[in-house]
């Protein structure tokens, strides 16, 4: 069985993101639902006599509020299906991540709202956290359609290390996708560099239609490989750079979900210059299956 650990904060989180999950409806899995209470942290202790005297005064309807605010979060999730509940108490990324290789999680899935990229930047956010520490495939829900069958694109670059992502999503098998594009995006200066093809000037447009097409012989296994995942599969190759042209892809044809391999740069590349994926969480306005093979993180 599957272990899905839905991360929340608000009940309007949870809906978020079970919905979702339900659209996706990923065979054979177990969900748990997980709300962690954050420590208070007694600022005001340093401030001044009377802040502290105020501060320990209300500490303990402080903490009653937080624990009722827990409850009322779990009862919700209740309310609507039947599932493992679970309240942590502790730094919030941290707990939930702990959680999740305790149980040895499949997936991990968390609501979130795009902030935009400057804001993302600057002020970071719980999925974008988990994104960067998680050893586990991330589901981010965001606000979209709440129903029918799903349309999703698959970014890849046919590395071997998408290739296991491939394996993982077959794994994880989710049964609720009707449609499915795959794109693969390069750039032509860039693409050849990548491949030891030096610094071959592009001079016709024979090498440029070469690649395209092994590229596209590549999309088309991907087909063959993910066959049973979905009832329509299209695949397309993009000259452009990733961001631009999945950003595209998914506003045009509009998409409920993109799937994407994790694998970038290390965690500090990330924090500093980010990648595609971790673009794509942090600051695209659209649903994001961020995978990651199973014991690989």
Same mark, same amino acid.
């Given at each position: ?21 339900k ?8 969900l748990?639902v ?19 005297? =105020?501060? +320990? ?5 402080? &903490?009653e509020? *937080?624990? %009722? ?6 009862? #919700? @999730?209740?309310?609507?299906?039947e599932p ?15 959680y ?28 974008r =956290?988990? +994104? ?5 495939? &991330?589901?981010? *829900?965001? %606000? ?6 799903? #349309? @999703? ?112 740069h290390?965690?500090?590349?990330r924090l500093l ?21 199973k014991?690989?993180?």
């Amino acid at each position: 069985m599957n272990k899905i650990v839905l991360g929340t904060e608000q009940a309007e989180d949870f809906d978020l993101t079970y919905s979702l999950l339900k659209r996706l409806r990923f065979a054979n899995a177990g969900l748990t639902v997980v709300h962690v209470i954050e420590p208070v942290h007694p600022a005001a202790l340093a401030v001044s006599q009377d802040s502290a005297y =105020a501060l +320990a005064h209300d500490l303990e309807l402080i &903490l009653e509020a *937080a624990q %009722k605010h827990a409850d009322a979060v779990l009862n #919700h @999730a209740a309310e609507a299906i039947e599932p493992d509940t679970q309240a942590l108490r502790g730094h919030r990324v941290e707990e939930l991540l702990k959680y999740c290789e305790s149980v040895e999680a499949d997936l991990v899935a968390v609501g979130s709202e795009s902030k935009g990229p400057i804001a993302s930047v600057l002020f970071g956010s719980v999925s974008r =956290a988990i +994104a960067q520490h998680a050893k586990r495939s &991330l589901l981010v *829900a965001k %606000k979209g359609k709440e129903n029918g069958a799903m #349309h @999703a694109v698959l970014a890849t670059d046919h590395s071997k290390y998408m290739d296991r992502c491939l394996d993982e999503l077959l794994r994880l098998h989710p049964t609720g996708i009707g449609r499915l594009d795959i794109i693969t995006c390069f750039r032509d200066e860039e693409y050849l560099r990548r491949h030891s093809l030096g610094e071959m000037p592009v001079t016709g447009m024979d090498v440029l239609e070469r690649i395209e097409q092994e590229l596209q012989v590549a999309n088309d296994r991907v087909k063959e490989k993910l066959k049973l995942l979905a009832t329509t599969i299209h695949s397309e190759v993009v000259r452009d750079a990733a961001i631009p042209a999945i950003a595209k892809q998914m506003k045009d044809s509009a998409a409920d979900l993109l799937i994407v391999g994790a694998h970038g740069h290390s965690a500090v590349e990330r924090l500093l210059l980010g990648s595609v994926s971790h673009h794509m969480v942090a600051a695209e306005s659209f649903p994001v299956l961020l995978l990651r093979p199973k014991g690989e993180g």
